[in-house]
């Protein structure tokens, strides 16, 4: 192999998946120009109108989202879940809905009495506030000189407001920074724009079109496998148009495919349970139990309301024009209704007063979500989603196949926990409470799924046929310190030397709230761990 060659295919460190927490990492361990950093990313570079314009975002091209389906679900009667997970640089950041929550300060304490040294809240707050340019300054709980971009919304739906005019009627809170002193309340949520614009992960950490001459982004470029020697992680087998390439990786590699993937790349790698290994004919390196257990996710209820067209979103002649116009608007100021993450307002209630925490988020969307959006609805209409932040019910993530394009075998094994039913019944019972007060009964909604709410049975039934994903999946490669652990509290994989992880896959357990912003911060703290580990 020539000199030059060889230099193209070796990189310092490897990064793999270019999502929130992996374009943190990479975007750190890049920054000084002390280390030749590669990452590698499946999807495209994703600068498209679509992506960049919040309000295109249930638009969105197909090759920008993995769409995975989970198994059939007993939970929800049967029904297989949907799963988008954005494909791309950004990964999900880049179809999310851009809410800016870091979930609850004990979530982080409770991670480090699990066994994860170093994650507690006040370890973690200083690099979300160095993560952080929030618009509205500096104070105790925020920063405003990091590459994320926290902004206000620019303009929320009269809807939202009277969501918020609804809330306060019945004496709940209102709260204008859930990631402040306290997260309780309802509000309109911040969110993941730079003057307008949707600020992925990657266009905060990897430049937004400046390169670094020691940062090289491949993408369209499927992870196989990741190569050992002697127990160490020494480079990577990655999939280009068909052909296999390997690039040597000759200090770190660190592992971000998200949730779903990461556990699955570590697999197909040799790092799993040996029986699924074995199953599949894959030669076990690691026999690891914990890689593809422990999923959780938040499970949702949603319920939508058509309205007479004005004020919310949706499909008619004259929301065509309207939606012209906004386009039109944003085009030329990034401005108006086009920036909006749909999912304006919502909050946090404790449906049950023995926590000490909120126990369900409330999510309020300006147009009719039918089936995850996938369904067009012809009209106009508002939703409302309902989800239990702390669940009891545990998933898995397996393979289905040894080949890496496959998708993987997901099974979150939602309301397999009664107690996820008997939270989902409070947060949707405390749910119409406010969208049943004035102001938001004066949009005359018509509700699509009426529900008897004081039949205890039938609210079973209509939540366990309707509910699904809110698309916070964690913890199929959990960090701790006990033997089932897949990362120790450093990110390191277990069992080999020079493996991180840096995605949402390593939560002990699931936040109450959001999981961009946790993951982009362990993304960051990673880069530290790697670069303390590396010198
Ligand atoms: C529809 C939707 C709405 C959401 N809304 C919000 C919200 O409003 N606020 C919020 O805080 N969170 C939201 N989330 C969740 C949040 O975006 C994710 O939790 C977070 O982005 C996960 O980050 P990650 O680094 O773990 O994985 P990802 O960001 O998903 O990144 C994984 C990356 O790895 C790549 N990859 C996977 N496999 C391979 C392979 N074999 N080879 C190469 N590359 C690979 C993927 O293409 C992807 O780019 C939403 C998620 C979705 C899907």
């Known amino acids: 192999m020539g000199q030059q ?83 791309g640089m950004g990964g999900s950041s880049a179809i999310n809905a851009m809410l800016y929550l870091r979930g609850h300060a004990r979530d982080y304490d409770e991670w480090r009495d699990l066994g994860c040294a170093g994650w507690g809240w006040d370890a973690v707050l200083p690099v979300f506030k160095r993560c952080e340019h929030n618009v509205r300054g500096a104070d105790a709980f925020h920063g405003d000189d990091g590459p994320l971009w926290v902004s206000d919304q620019d303009w929320a739906n009269p809807g939202s407001h009277a969501f918020l005019e609804a809330a306060a009627a019945l004496q709940m809170p209102l ?126 209820y949603v319920a939508a309301f058509e309205t007479k067209g004005v004020p919310f979103l949706g499909s008619s002649l004259g929301g065509t024009f309207r939606s012209l116009g906004a386009i039109a608007r944003w085009m030329t100021t990034r401005t108006g209704p086009m920036t909006t993450p749909y999912a304006e307002a919502g909050g946090f209630v404790t449906t049950d007063p023995a926590l000490e925490r909120p126990d369900v988020q409330l999510h309020f969307v300006v147009a009719i979500v039918e089936d995850h959006g996938r369904t067009k609805v012809k009209g106009h209409g508002y939703s409302c989603h309902a989800c239990v932040l702390r669940p009891y019910s545990r998933g898995t993530v397996g393979l289905n196949s ?87 509290p450093r990110l390191r994989v277990r069992g080999v030397e020079g493996l991180y992880i840096a995605d949402a896959s390593v939560m002990p357990r699931l936040v109450g709230g959001n999981t961009n912003a946790p993951s982009i911060m362990i993304g960051e703290r990673c880069a530290d761990f790697v670069r303390q580990d590396l010198g």
């Open 5 to 87: 060659a060889r230099a193209a295919d070796e990189a310092d460190i490897v990064v793999i998946g270019c999502g929130s927490g992996g374009s943190a990492a990479a975007g750190r361990l890049s920054e000084d120009g002390r280390y030749r950093v590669a990452i590698l990313e499946a999807g495209g570079r994703n600068t498209s109108f679509k992506t960049v314009m919040p309000g295109m975002m249930p638009f969105q091209a197909e090759g920008t989202n993995w769409r995975f389906e989970t198994v059939p679900q007993p939970g929800l009667n049967g029904r297989r879940g949907y799963q988008p997970r954005g494909r």
């Open 175 to 300: 709260n204008p920074d859930f990631n402040g002193a306290t997260q309780d309340g309802i509000g309109i949520y911040q969110v993941t724009q730079r003057r307008g614009e949707r600020w992925t992960a990657a266009r905060a950490y990897l430049g937004d079109g400046h390169p670094r001459s020691n940062l090289r982004i491949v993408t369209d470029a499927t992870v196989e496998r990741v190569i050992f020697e002697d127990g160490r992680a020494c480079g990577v087998a990655y999939q280009v148009g068909g052909e296999t390439r390997i690039i040597r990786a000759t200090r770190a590699v660190v592992m971000s495919g998200g949730a779903f993937q990461t556990p699955q790349m570590l697999m197909l790698s040799g790092i799993g349970p040996g029986a699924v290994l074995q199953e599949q004919g894959l030669a076990v390196r690691v026999d690891a139990p914990g890689v593809g257990a422990d999923l959780q996710d938040h499970v949702d």
């Open 402 to 488: 040894p080949d890496p394009r496959d998708a993987p075998r997901i099974d979150p094994a939602f309301l397999s926990d009664q107690r996820d039913v008997e939270t989902m019944k409070r947060g949707v019972r405390e749910m119409y409470r406010i969208l049943d007060a004035p102001p938001i009964t004066g949009f005359k909604g018509r509700d699509r799924y009426p529900i008897d709410l004081r039949d205890d049975d039938a609210l079973e039934q209509v939540i366990r046929d309707r509910s699904d994903t809110v698309y916070h999946p964690v913890g199929t490669a959990r960090m701790g310190s006990d033997d089932g652990a897949v990362c120790d």
